[in-house]
């Protein structure tokens, strides 16, 4: 998965796709399996990304990586008792309106209104946290000053972001990573988590689930939520139905920015332990490494060795995650310091220059046309902490190829910068024409099946495993569903 | 290298199934949202188990050119919450009245036996009427049945009708492309009833008046895609993230295709994240940089460089070369009227020799009279309407003078006005001498008063700034800085930025714009002001060029078909269509609490501008330039009916009769006497809008002299004196209005006032067709599902109520009678060349004569025993042709065709006709008779087109096969329309529209005086309020405005400039109740504060605040964020009351909306009429709802109560 931040909007519509589909019924008003954050910020739950409140993800070890506070040791002595878990005010309170006042309420001597009460206590009450409530904000003393991110910026340097010549906000739309090294499936002390072999998705079986909720604790995400009314815990579940029919998941399908997009990536399961178990610096390199070009002979070789479809290998060699991803080195992960090695990669944003005032008069000017992106509003450092895990180089280098196909393409359609500037800027980020015309189609003008390019599930054959599958197509949706039931 | 493997087993995931079982869905429908969004997205409704459960975008759009990224998906946040709305505790189920009322009428219908006389007796007995009318808002509804609801609507109707005249019947719904059926249900049932509709997109502020002011048209943009094309683009008052949710990736897109992108927003807004530069201008002083810009591009691109590109667009395409004179004003020189050529002895006898005007010839420097004039449109010759560089009287070709630098008789010191410091400058033009019936005169071009204007010397001697860096003069980049906050560099940057990208690409600069800059006092001259920058550039009428104005979904592609049919045309003549600003200005009795406008208005001093805009509006009236219903101070048919008892005998003699009468004074015009019982506006419909809160500009007074009910208002009349035609009551009625009916889905503040609540079928539940400028394509509503509850389709309400209305007739109004109809001079109507300088008949400065030089009066005959089933047919008059915008085309074979068709016809007196009993053969006969989706109607209207200019153009209609698509055929795929000569883009081969690609690659002129895109705007009224040339003026500042005169300023409270700019969680106030939004948001729409201005008030983030004026106040929480400027305000346009309101500490009572604090305020050279492209169109021309310019005092509450 790929999302382009330099496109994002920050409407939410994905979140909503998604909360319409899955999450709208009691137990789950509180989750948003997708949401979307402003960054600067502190998201949601709030403050998610510090591990020292939570205890997410995983820790380096001489050998292996190990559970940062929920190992099976620890976390069986803390079974009853899980304190690194998020809490109700960590999330928000639901509330909902009274409306029937409105049409209930007799003849008075004021007009009637509909009073927002507490999901919870059912009481009149005045709302203090949302899932978005920082939506937008930026500078503002509770929320984006209390960003995380901000732990190697100086004092003098993260109010400067705040004024005027130097303010900015992009978005962060979040969904689980289905990463490769998940710290959640391995806290599940029911046995209930699992990855899909043929996907990659992640899973909280809802039958086997007993809601211990270290998934919630142990996802240094927090993309794992417990749901109260059924006593088990739900996570996205990248829209399976969906993509086994052969369309995007909610989320992607309605993201208007189209930012998203969806490809196989083959890769070596061997070098997960150690890749999640490196060097910090070494994080983003060793996850790279991990997956293989689709199109190496020997790859394929063994590819079909372990049974996998032509018709998969196809999509990954297909697949835009690939070229954005190891292609062209333009897309990273989201804290890969939580060592999980997500599967989702983000492009990150370009943002205006910065400007400066003198006597009140702001003054934003550049010597070309656009300015070095050392100039561009938000610190480095701020995006490497987290796409990065700290290094700074890796930042720049991808937004200065991002740079260079924009050079590159405005010498071609308007011929006011000079060539060997476009020369250079190609030069100096490795690119050739040719690979910045590709980055430059697959990021502006791709359709919906260049986007997402889904490998056929297969489904015959998944059913066969468990019933003729003959059988199965006379007799599906037939039966009694059921929903889950609290404990086993 | 190995693989991962399941290691769980293929048996214990068969709970998967829990998953899929809820995805499963048993059908799909193709519908969207009727919502004033401009988005027009088709979506995908699922349907599971009978019930709606959520919706997904709909990807199947027609492809455009390869090159252009695609429109898929489109769907916001919002569209995709709307499922909630469906089954919500806010919907509106059964039909509501307000308790009160059904108790008194109840009584009386017992007493009197019957609906009629209970009405009656309840509007004649004051006390009665009084205390339903206090009750307005303040709860006790009661479900009612369909029958009663619509036998109380229609004795209403009928009584008003009968006692004082049907135009005392009115209903506003908005932006009729959003849902055409739905609007047309109520337009077309008033319209046959006589009533009146009120216009919304001038009212809501969206209208661009300098549209109108330079290319004669209401609006024409490029389609989003468009933007993709552009090189250059500058983003003012439009925050695409926010409110063009689906559009903004073409703006994202072409970034990486090398676009640059400098946005200008006061707050870092959602958009600011795109641009390569932001710009925090000062709120408001857009103009201000935008005059520098041209400054900088009129000095180095057209006077030092002398682009090729530039000059001969300029020449060609504007009327830069067209001759103004010189006039001597006390002993100064100053710029006055374009030229006429039938001053000059060459041109002196031509037809409509005031209508067309003069160039310089460069070949033998004589004069020509250029075609392609308005009285070449007008005029009797054909294919003289035409930009060719011909003659327009001797056909011989001639090139334009662009300027008279080179080749002048004297240079005169002219003088030239800057209103931001009230200064006069007196600046050196290149002039000739021309000879002239009236004796020798100077003249020079509109581009070197351009050039003088914006302080481009050229050499020439006068008060000329001698460098960018002169802060002293206008229209440096040093003399905005102060304006703008934005430094002289930046705007040195930009402007070399923008003129070598529109040079090297001949035209691609693009300003995408929007209410953010539409809704300032002095929207027009800042438009104006940026579109110098683009004109002078050529980058109008060019693909990824052009003024891209989004503020409401104003197109209604098929305009044609849809016009006749929405306003009864098919059945009779003239309508009664309402600018509604004035309207509700007079009615609502805010002309009262208004000060003189030049208070707050920079005009220069004349007799003119120093009015009372009540006075005004009452001139406008009564010279045709503005429509005002009532009419009369009387029963039209009574006034017709005393006309014949003194003898008219012909409709001439009852014009005639109607002349002398309110010459005399016998009779008077209700808008000089608003406050008199005959004047009252009495019943109202309201439908697919939120009339009395969203839009309601002024809301308090709306509450306090529309429903008579209470409100928050506390500011003091101050017209009494100033006004000197309208009467002044010691007394302001409340409550004039009898009945208030809203037909709707959920209840809003409107629901919450009306007095009869109808429940209207959302958009899941309706066949319907929607069309916008954000894209190319037509696309349907429709019924995923049948309406639920008791609810109905806005076609099936309005068709019952015409129903039971005809129904009630048939036993108190029987029989047929004349109605008049006052109708003012009309832009693309052969009238619109009727006045060229103001004089007022009724002050005796000339003859009243209808249709020119006053109001034309048309004749109507109504029948309203006869409504439903008009209603329910299309009348014959289809077969005399269709058309827009002054073009027509041939319709009389599609009306017989459809009358083949047995299974769609109705019957009235024993005739057939096609029949429109129901919402799809509505949409069916819009379809079948426009020129947008009837390719061999395009065909046709382009074939009479060549007739007019002489140009060839039908290859870029269909061909001649008379086939549309039929609604069945949308709900299957969106269609994209054909060219059409109504419409001034071009779209063939999958090119994106842009605006005015037609006239410039066609060379059809626009719909303006000279033909030309104008520079310069000659009309006395603009003369005289300083507004012929590009220029600046401040805001007016809140202490002029009036506003603030009782509102105490106490401990740590500010006043802040509020502005209420389109949010994130709401279209409008739709969707901001649904729990989605509300979730994601802040649970209502707070007030934006700066991190400075919150700590002088002592105010933290999510604290309960006051915001409030004289005229009213609206309570909610702040939010404090560094992101929002020092001095400003935002509160997102628009809360509603009906959620999260608690009471006012300051007033006591529950506090409001956003209009709570808003009231009218207008610009008087706005109602200037029956001038070319100055006359008036429905939606198209007069003064706006402007509200930008509010100020309010902001303080913390202390004790918050519900």
């Known amino acids: 998965m790929v999302f382009h931040l330099d496109k994002c909007i920050g409407c939410h519509t994905c979140s909503i796709a998604c909360k319409n589909t899955w999450t709208d019924r009691k137990g789950a008003e509180y989750m948003w399996w997708n949401n979307v954050e402003t960054k600067p910020g502190t998201g949601y739950p709030t403050k998610w990304e510090d591990q020292d409140i939570y205890g997410g993800g995983w820790e380096k070890t001489k050998k292996n990586p190990k559970l940062k506070s929920a190992g099976k040791k620890k976390g069986l002595g803390n079974i009853f008792f899980n304190p690194k878990l998020p809490a109700m005010d960590d999330y928000y309170e639901p509330w909902r309106y009274r409306y029937q006042d409105l049409f209930d309420a007799p003849e008075g001597d004021d007009q009637p209104t509909a009073m927002p009460v507490s999901d919870i206590t059912g009481e009149v009450m005045t709302p203090k946290s949302g899932p978005n409530w920082d939506d937008d904000f930026s500078g503002s003393p509770d929320y984006a000053r209390k960003d995380v991110n901000f732990k190697n910026i100086s004092k003098e340097e993260q109010e400067a972001m705040f004024m005027l010549e130097r303010m900015t906000f992009f978005y962060l739309p979040r969904i689980c990573n289905h990463c490769l090294n998940p710290a959640c499936v391995a806290a599940c002390p029911s046995g209930a988590m699992y990855k899909r072999g043929e996907d990659g998705i992640v899973l909280i079986n809802q039958k086997k689930c007993r809601g211990w909720r270290f998934c919630v604790s142990a996802c240094p995400y927090k993309k794992s939520y417990y749901n109260w009314k059924t006593g088990k815990s739900e996570k996205c579940i990248l829209c399976y139905p969906r993509l086994e029919t052969d369309q995007a998941p909610a989320c992607m399908h309605s993201c208007v920015g189209r930012i998203r997009y969806l490809g196989v990536m083959l890769y070596d399961a061997d070098k997960i332990k150690d890749a999640a178990n490196t060097e910090e610096k070494e994080l983003v390199k060793e996850q790279m490494d991990i997956y293989l070009d689709p199109f190496d002979e020997e790859v394929i070789e063994q590819a079909k060795k372990a049974g996998i479809a032509d018709s998969t290998i196809e999509a990954a060699q297909k697949s835009p995650v690939w070229k954005f991803v190891k292609e062209w080195g333009l897309a990273l992960p989201l804290h890969p310091e939580f060592r999980t090695i997500p599967n989702l990669f983000y492009v990150p944003p370009l943002l205006p220059t910065m400007a400066s005032t003198a006597n009140n008069i702001y003054e934003s000017t550049s010597d070309s046309l656009w300015d070095s992106i050392e100039n561009s509003r938000l610190p480095m450092e701020y995006l490497a902490s987290l796409f990065s895990a700290g290094d700074k180089e890796i930042i720049k280098q991808v937004l200065k190829k991002m740079m260079a196909v924009r050079i590159h393409r405005r010498n071609k359609t308007v011929g006011d910068m000079p060539a060997d500037e476009s020369l250079k800027a190609l030069k100096d980020t490795g690119l050739t024409e040719e690979i910045a015309d590709a980055i430059f189609r697959l990021t502006s003008i791709p359709l919906y099946d260049e986007r997402f390019v889904i490998p056929p599930a297969h489904r015959e054959e998944a059913i066969e495993m468990l019933q003729d599958t003959q059988e199965y197509k006379g007799e599906t949706g037939l039966g009694f569903t059921e929903k889950p039931k609290r404990g086993l | ?1202």
């Open chain 2, 1 to 1202: 290298m190995s693989w991962i493997k399941d290691i769980v087993s293929p048996k214990t995931r068969h709970w998967e199934e829990f998953y899929r079982n809820r995805f499963h869905h048993d059908k799909i429908v193709r519908s969207t949202h009727g919502v004033n969004c401009t988005g027009g997205c088709s979506w995908n409704i699922h349907v599971k188990d009978g019930i709606v459960v959520w919706e997904t975008q709909a990807l199947d759009y027609p492809a455009l050119e390869s090159s252009l990224p695609p429109y898929e998906p489109r769907g916001c946040q919002r569209g995709i919450s709307f499922s909630w709305y469906l089954y919500s505790p806010v919907r509106v189920k059964y039909p509501l009245i307000r308790g009160a009322l059904m108790d008194l009428f109840r009584d009386l219908k017992k007493e009197k036996g019957n609906a009629y006389d209970a009405w009656k007796a309840l509007q004649e007995d004051p006390a009665k009427r009084e205390r339903y009318q206090k009750a307005r808002g303040k709860g006790g509804f009661r479900r009612l049945n369909w029958d009663d609801a619509l036998e109380i609507i229609a004795a209403a109707n009928m009584y008003t009708v009968k006692k004082y005249g049907p135009d005392r019947i009115t209903g506003f719904s908005p932006i009729p492309a959003m849902s055409m059926i739905s609007y047309a249900a109520g337009s077309r049932f008033l319209q046959l009833m006589g009533g009146v509709n009120l216009s919304f997109y001038d009212w809501y502020c969206d209208l661009p008046n300098s549209f109108p002011e330079i290319w004669g048209e209401q609006t024409d943009v490029a389609e989003s895609a468009d933007w993709y094309n552009a090189k250059f683009v500058a983003v003012m008052g439009a925050n695409l993230g926010m409110t063009r949710t689906p559009d903004v990736h073409f703006f994202s897109e072409s970034r990486h295709n090398g676009t640059k992108t400098v946005v200008f927003s006061p707050d870092f807004s959602m958009v600011s994240k795109y641009a390569d530069t932001w710009i925090p201008i000062h709120a408001g002083q857009d103009g201000a940089f935008w005059m520098a810009v041209t400054h900088v591009l009129l000095q180095e691109f057209h006077h030092e460089k002398r682009v090729p590109y530039f000059i001969e667009y300029t020449k060609r395409y504007t009327d830069s070369p067209y001759l103004v004179e010189l006039k001597e004003l006390d002993g100064k020189y100053v710029p006055d009227k374009l030229v006429r050529a039938n001053r000059v002895e060459k041109y002196v006898n031509i037809e409509n020799g005031d209508w067309k005007f003069l160039n310089f010839d460069e070949l033998n420097h004589q004069v020509v009279c250029p075609s392609g004039s308005a009285g070449h449109r007008w005029g009797s010759k054909d294919r003289k309407w035409n930009m060719k560089f011909r003659d327009g009287e001797t056909d011989e070709k001639y090139d334009p003078v662009l300027s008279l630098l080179k080749d002048h008789d004297e240079i005169v010191q002219a003088e030239f006005t800057e209103f931001a410091s009230s200064k006069t400058w007196l600046r050196g033009v290149p002039v000739r001498s021309l000879k002239t019936k009236d004796g020798r005169i100077k003249v020079t071009t509109v581009y070197d008063l351009i050039m003088a204007q914006y302080g481009v010397s050229r050499g020439l001697e006068g008060e000329y700034p001698k460098s960018f860096d002169d802060p002293k003069y206008s229209y440096t980049p040093a003399w905005q800085e102060i304006y703008s906050g934005t430094g002289k560099e930046t705007v040195k940057q930009f402007a070399r930025e923008w003129g070598k990208t529109a040079e090297l690409t001949k035209g691609k600069c693009m300003i995408i714009i929007g209410a953010g800059i539409n809704h300032w006092y002095h929207n027009n001259l800042i438009y104006r002001a940026g579109t110098m920058a683009l004109m002078l550039t050529g980058s109008i009428g060019v693909q990824g060029g052009g003024m891209n104005h989004y503020v409401g979904q104003e197109k209604l592609a098929p305009v044609d078909s849809w016009g006749m049919m929405m306003a009864g045309k098919d059945w009779q003549g003239a309508a009664r269509l309402q600018q509604t600003p004035i309207w509700h200005y007079m009615h609502s009795d805010q002309w009262r609490y208004d000060g003189n406008q030049s208070d707050y208005n920079t005009v220069p001093e004349n007799d003119l501008s120093a009015q009372h805009t009540a006075d005004l509006i009452v001139k406008s009236v009564k010279n045709g330039w503005m429509p005002f219903f009532p009419q009369y101070n009387k029963h039209n048919f009574e006034i017709i009916k005393e006309a014949e008892e003194k003898g008219a005998k012909s409709e001439e003699d009852i014009k005639q009769y109607i002349v002398d009468a309110v010459k005399s004074g016998d009779l008077k015009y209700t808008v000089e006497d608003p406050d008199d019982e005959m004047s009252f506006p009495r019943v109202w419909f309201i439908w697919r809008g939120n009339a009395l809160m969203s839009s309601a500009k002024g809301h308090e007074f709306f509450l306090r002299h529309y429903l008579g009910t209470h409100d928050n208002a506390i500011a003091e009349e101050s017209a009494k004196g100033k006004v000197n035609d309208v009467k002044w009551h010691e007394k302001a009625p409340r409550g004039k209005m009898d009945l208030i009916v809203d037909l709707n889905f959920r209840m809003d503040t409107s629901a919450l006032y009306s007095d009869i609540v109808l429940p209207a079928a959302s958009w899941y539940e309706k066949d319907d067709l929607n069309s916008t400028d954000m894209h190319s394509f037509i696309h349907p509503l429709s019924k995923a599902i049948a309406p639920v509850w008791e609810s109905k389709s806005d076609w099936a309400i309005f068709r019952e109520i015409a129903k039971k209305t005809s129904e009630l007739a048939a036993e108190v109004l029987p029989g047929k009678f004349k109605d008049l109809v006052n109708t003012p001079i009309a832009h693309d109507s052969p009238g619109e060349i009727a006045q060229s300088g103001i004089n007022d008949w009724s002050k005796g400065e000339c003859e009243a004569i209808p249709g020119k030089t006053m109001h034309d009066i048309k004749f109507v005959e109504r029948d309203y025993t006869q409504i439903h089933q008009k209603f329910i047919s299309l009348g014959e008059n289809v077969k005399n042709g269709l058309g827009a915008h002054g073009n027509s085309y041939e319709s009389a074979d599609v009306y017989e065709d459809m009358l083949q068709d047995a299974k769609h016809l109705s019957r009235l007196e024993n005739k057939n006709y096609p029949s429109l009993k129901e919402d799809e053969e509505m949409c069916n006969a819009i379809l079948k008779l426009s020129s947008l989706t009837n390719a061999g109607l395009s065909k046709r209207a382009y074939v009479n087109a060549e007739k007019k200019t002489g140009l060839s153009l039908q290859e870029l209609g269909g061909d001649n096969h008379i086939h549309s698509v039929n609604f069945k055929d949308l709900q299957a795929q969106p269609r994209r329309y054909n060219n059409s000569p109504i419409w001034s883009g071009l779209m063939h081969k999958g090119r994106a529209y842009s605006a005015y690609t037609y006239n410039v690659e066609r060379l059809v002129p626009w719909r303006t005086l000279t033909g030309r895109q104008h520079f310069y705007l000659d009309h006395e009224g603009y003369i005289k309020f300083g507004e012929h040339l590009p220029t600046y003026k401040p805001s007016p500042t809140p202490e002029v405005y009036g506003e603030l005169k009782n509102s105490v300023v106490e401990g740590t409270a500010k006043v802040l400039n509020v502005l209420t700019p389109h949010g994130k969680w709401h279209i409008h106030s739709t969707y901001g109740d649904t729990l989605r939004m509300l979730t994601l948001s802040r649970g209502m729409e707070p007030c934006w504060l700066s991190e400075e201005d919150a700590e002088e008030m002592g105010i933290k983030d999510n604290d309960w605040v006051e915001v409030f004026n004289d005229n009213g106040v609206y309570c909610t929480r702040a939010c404090v964020s560094a992101r929002i400027p020092k001095g400003v305000s935002i509160v997102y346009h628009s809360p509603e009351r009906t959620y999260s309101a608690p009471k006012s500490e300051t007033r006591g009572r529950r506090g409001g909306g956003h209009n709570s604090f808003t009231r009218l305020h207008f610009k008087p050279n706005l109602l200037m009429g029956g001038y070319g492209q100055f006359s008036y169109h429905f939606n198209y021309w007069g003064p706006v709802g402007v509200n930008r310019d509010t100020h309010c005092v902001i303080r913390k509450m202390d004790k918050v109560k519900f």
